[in-house]
């Protein structure tokens, strides 16, 4: 008995069926006596296809406008679930991201959450309505619609939890949880029952799709119950929050795989002081963001400097650099995008330090070579060739789960 | 030069090509030097398409939610229409119904505009923005979405021209213009210039679709000119305002045959006094609206009582009557659904008697039965056999317009 917010994505209310299914899921949550809001994405493709409609009229629209246009795929969504719960009997009522006072700034197509003016979802739960909230929208101080951008339901509904103080905000997902690594590809994997947000934060940065970052900052920061389950299965999830128990026996909770990477080397560079912070300064004007760095001394007076960004961001940076290449001083730029990152992560290393060298250790005697290495608190992350990368994640994977493939 | 309001209906914003063809119509007014709002309805078939969807979750969902749907459809046109305004290089702003604080009673599904806070349209003017509204679409008091039913979106253009002192309503539709009479049916039937908003109501009421009453109401109540005019034609359309210049050489403006109409007799009525007062206040406690009523002194002291009514009320009006038949004393209920109603409507009949006259004598050349007649000052009815229709539309239509045939 409490108050739960659950989101469900996309996919989880693309046609009649799954609406029904997701009503199903809602009604039994308030049957159970809990107070419910409900916060929903548009219906499967219908973004997609409101921005075809609109590439057919402006190549560049406004983004005010791709944000008005937008917003109508989730007040469909309420529309139609609110309805679906009121054939089963049930008290409910749909309402927007206005109607539910989501104050945005005025990022059009990103905007970020200012504040929610709680009074009518309270006025509604007070009635013991089931409430339908539109996800990914908001209204900034001029009364016009805004979007959040990526992940922007999932924010929604941490930001809703948050200010009404619920007890769980439930994310409905396609996947039923997190996982020690990708199910699909690696042996043995298997599903956590908890994960701290430290931990979740670094593997969403690490390419897990599950939740995304903001959502998981903003339940971090207003201390926020999360969990990540299948609309579908109807089993428990994966609990993300504070403090969590050890995952038995291993230090670790994941191991995870990035593949939108490149390494790219700065070869020859003058033996100055200020190099580093000449390369990194330039980068960081343009917004690239630079992830490993290792840096090696050459022998006569010159040294190398490799760096990984991600793939989107290979051009810009080589630009940059090529542009700048008296101005540092260095002989040549080498790019590699066959690369990836495979990196554990867990709160339990801080006290383990024998964590990392038995990663390393799996690795060798997997005969992968280590390109590159960074660490950090609560996470080890490696840089191998590309074709080595699932079979690197998998002897890893084995090395710190074993006993349970 | 001036403020002018221009609505678009569903056909006229029907895909991209058409938005464009709408987007040129409206740049078109801005560039002569005009202030510009447009109330624009949903593209196409979208009402239909949510209703439709709606109807796979429930059959009979509640009319809030339905509201909350169906807004969706006039937010996306109202986007697109802008976006296609952006590519041409224009300010515009597009604005949901509650951005335009378009505030109606809680009627959901037939909601009544009580006012409109014009603040955010004339700021958005004074920046010399080309403004696009949500049609059809308000808010009530407590915020929710409501829609405005049949003819909304007419009657919102007509709201903001009225609250606004527009200098012109115009509504675009795929006719261009208020004829003498059907013009696919009717040889030498010709567009008016202009027209009267009292001629206007009572052509509305006989059947002709091209505006629906509640607007016309509104633009005669707070003396907004209106015009009806095509989308597609780029002609000039029909003017409708309070005083017109008449007709050349005719007193009347229009002949309009309304098929969607019932004939019921109370035959053998005793002949006493209150037995009318009381059949039709029975009729209306039912809601059921009379027309034309004829009654008939009959021999031995019984008469007959017919009237016409829609011909969805004939079911109940049968019901209700029967059910009260020992109290009003008739003998039996006879109803006729083969009959049609023919009108001819001017106001330039009052000062001249003999355009009754003229309507029965093109009626008995033509050899058609008149059942019942109406009049009223603008107005002549005749109820005719159904078969007879279109011939008495034509031959009355040739005695008042030959001179144009």
Redesign the interface.
Known sequence: MGLIVQKFGGSSVAN?DK??NVAKIITKTYDDGNDVIVVLSAQGDTTDD?IA??G????K??K???D??L??GE??S???C???I??MGYPV??L?G??VGMKTNSSYGGARIKRVDCE?IRAELDKRCIVIVAGFQGVNKR???TTLGRGGSDTSAVALAASLGADLCQIYTDVDGVYTADPRKIKGARKLEEISFDEMLELACLGSQVLHNRSVEMAKRYHVNMEVLSSFSGLPGTKVKEVVKPVENSHIVGVAKDTDIARIALVGLSDRPGIAFRVFSLLAKRKINVDIILQSIGREESKDISFTVSKADVDAARDILEEYKEAIGFHSVHVSEDVAKISIVGSGMINNPGVAADMFGALYNANININMISTSEIKVSVLVDIRDADHAVQVIHDKFFAEFG
């Open positions: 009649a609406i029904r409101l409609k609109a057919e009229l402006n190549s629209p406004s005010r406008e791709m008005m246009l917003a109508t007040q469909q309420i529309a139609l609110a309805m679906a009121e054939a009522i749909s927007t206005w109607q009518r009364d016009d619609v």
